[in-house]
Nanobody, 124 residues
Framework: QVQLAESGGGLVQAGGSLRLSCVASGRTFSGYNMAWFRQAPGKDREFVGRIAWTYDATLYADSVKGRFTVSRDNAKNTVWLQMDSLKPEDTAVYYC?????????????????WGQGTQVTVSL
């Protein structure tokens, strides 16, 4: 079992930045692919970004490419989501997810472990 806990959400003006953190516990963090998803009110949960446990390879949704950055520190059991140039449409609950399978990529059902989420609100 892996437990995930997100933090760092809040209210920010458009154009601003936030940095979300996700701390993992329970099992060896380094063997897991880590991802961030988000869910806005009335919408499905959607993929934001992913970082593999091998070579720290990253993958991003087109909507955030160039603005968001996923990084990890295996020694700290932590993954971050740096969000820059935030837009009102980035408003959502952001979730951290983990899975040990190498093909875990962009789909919600590819991830076995989830955090409780942290709210990000971007105002005009």
């Amino acid at each position: 079992q892996v437990q995930l806990a997100e933090s760092g959400g809040g209210l920010v003006q458009a154009g601003g930045s936030l940095r979300l953190s996700c701390v993992a516990s329970g099992r060896t963090f380094s063997g897991y692919n880590m991802a961030w998803f988000r869910q806005a009110p009335g919408k499905d949960r959607e993929f934001v970004g992913r970082i593999a446990w091998t070579y720290d390879a990253t993958l991003y949704a087109d909507s955030v490419k160039g603005r968001f950055t996923v990084s990890r520190d295996n020694a700290k059991n932590t993954v971050w989501l740096q969000m820059d140039s935030l837009k009102p449409e980035d408003t959502a609950v952001y979730y951290c997810a983990a899975d040990a399978r190498p093909l875990a990529m962009k789909r919600v059902d590819e991830y076995a472990y989830w955090g409780q989420g942290t709210q990000v609100t971007v105002s005009l």
